[in-house]
Every structure is written in C-alpha cells, then in structure tokens.
C-alpha cells in the first residue's frame, strides 16, 4: 500500500486561480495589489525565489516592485527604503528576503515594516496577533501547510500534530496554527529526546528541520498526513536534486498521504504570499 501523494502544484494553481479573479474584481474599482520584494546581496537561492515570486505576482494581475540591493547596503539605506515603501499607496505588501547579510540586522529591518504591509507575517505585531488567536497576517509557508492539511483532512480538531522545527518563519507559527485548529501540538527539535517515537505518535507530521531525509520511514505513524517543508540541495554521483526532510519513498509506504519535494509546499508558499498581499490591499481600501 502506498500513500497519497499530495499535489501542491495543483493546490496552489487553484488558489491563484482564485486570487487572480478578485484581483480582477477590484481593477473594475481601480485598484492594483501592490507587492514589494527587497532582496539584498548575491545569493543564488534567494535570486531565484525572488524571480519566480515576481513573475507570479504579475500573472495573478498585481504589481511586481523589486529593489535588489548590494550586499553592502548599509542599515540606515535599508531602513529608508522600507519607510519610502511604507508610504506608497501603491504598495500594499512588503516582503524582504531572507537571509540579510549579516551586518544588517534583520529584527529591525523586520520591525520597520508597516505591520499592516507584513505578509510575511514576520513583525512582532502580527507574531502577537496570531498567538492570541486574533486577526493576523500570517508566514506564508505554515499557511500554505494548513491548507493542504486541511484540504486533505477537513476538521483537524483533537488530532496529534507533530511539528519538527522550531524556526520563527515555519516551525512556531505552524504549531500556533495548528493550535488554533484544536490539534493537540507537540514541537519537536533537534535536541528533542527519541524524535523517532514523538513523530510516530503523529497523526499530523510537519518537517521543517532543514536536513535532507532526516525522518526515516519507520518514524511515521501508519496512515498519517505527512507534511514535508524540507528543501535540500544534495548531490548523487554526478548530478543534484531537491529532497526533503523526510525520506519520501520509505515514508510514502506508511503515510496516509505526503507532500513530494518539489511539487508539494514549495508552491503553496508563493500562492500564500499572493493571497496576504490581496488579503493587505482588500484591508487597505475597507
Ligand atoms: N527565506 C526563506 N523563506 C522565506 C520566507 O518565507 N520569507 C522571506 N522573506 N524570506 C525567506
């Protein structure tokens, strides 16, 4: 017996389909979503995350603004250039790619974005908001991770979710979410005692730990959503792939279903970060 293999592609077509059509809605008031991307220095990954979340933001019908900037962009520059884009109508979502480098300090480039314009959800505001349960935007990775689980399993209440990571942009708002769900939430970590009997006790396993293929198929409770946020460039012999944090194939046998890398997350993310970019401008114009 294998597992269901969940397609995000097809998950995160339909949900630009959708954005792409209250988008045209609101050109019949005039108004355009606006998205801006600010990405400082030369990192390969970076450039091509950036690329593709342009590209799809213009094909969604939005407005696309990049700002690349130098790797030695000084702190204060950064800062101005956030508060000009805080002050732009046009504008109605920020988005600065991470990582900085490392003179900039990346909680006050953060927190210098309009909260409102957040959607990344990264601000200390919109971390508070969520973990009280209230009106939030919200990581576009953990979003696009609910709505799979939700579009594979309807209610998730009282399930056991087994979150492993415990990052600020996946592993913490994935369990605040979950919690919001009435899943009942373990996070785990690198340093957690016998990972492999905590995630065997999930029936909702999220990996977002960054180490390819770390969760072995022996690892997953039988029949259980597994959700893999892992992206990991690795070589074999003479050429390189993605995988992710779970070994697919063997967890694929035991899962109830699973997300592949790439084709699973991945997608969602981007099509996340158009639907809080629609979600700022809807709120921006009552
Ligand atoms: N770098 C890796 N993931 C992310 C993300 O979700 N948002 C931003 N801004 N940078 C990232």
């Excluded at 399993?153 to 009282?158: A, E, K, N, P």
């Excluded at 340093?191 to 770390?214: F, K, N, T, W, Y």
Aim: hydrophobic share 45%.
């Amino acid at each position: 017996m294998s597992g269901h293999i969940i397609d995000g592609r097809a998950q995160a077509g339909l949900l630009r389909a959708r954005i792409a059509a209250q988008v045209v809605d609101l050109a019949t008031r005039g108004i355009v979503p606006g998205l801006a991307v600010v990405l400082v220095g030369d990192d390969p990954a970076s450039h091509v995350y950036v690329r593709n979340k342009g590209v799809q933001t213009q094909e969604a019908g939005m407005a696309s603004f990049e700002h690349r900037l130098s790797a030695a962009t000084a702190q204060p520059d950064l800062l101005a250039l956030i508060g000009r884009l805080n002050a732009d109508p046009a504008i109605h979502g920020i988005l600065v790619q991470l990582p900085l480098p490392p003179h900039l300090d990346a909680g006050a480039v953060l927190g210098a974005i309009d909260p409102a314009k957040d959607v990344d959800g990264f601000h200390v505001l919109n971390v508070g908001l969520l973990g009280t349960g209230q009106p939030a935007m919200v990581p576009c990775t953990p979003l696009g991770c609910l709505m799979l689980l939700q579009d594979r399993l309807g209610d998730l209440s009282g399930l056991h979710a087994v979150v492993v990571g415990r990052s600020n942009i996946v592993g913490k708002p994935m369990a605040q979410l979950l919690l919001a769900q009435n899943c009942t939430v373990t996070i785990a970590h690198s340093r957690s005692r016998d990972l492999p009997a905590l995630c065997r006790q999930a029936d909702i396993l999220v990996a977002a730990v960054g180490r390819p293929r770390m969760i072995q198929g022996d690892w997953i409770k039988p029949g259980a959503t597994v959700i893999d946020v892992g992206i990991n460039r690795i070589t074999e012999g003479d050429r390189t792939r993605l995988v992710g944090d779970v070994d697919f194939d063997a967890a694929a046998r035991v899962a109830g279903a699973i997300t592949p890398v790439p084709g699973g997350v991945g997608p969602m993310t981007i099509a996340c970060l158009l639907a809080n970019t629609l979600t700022a401008c809807c709120r921006a114009h009552g």
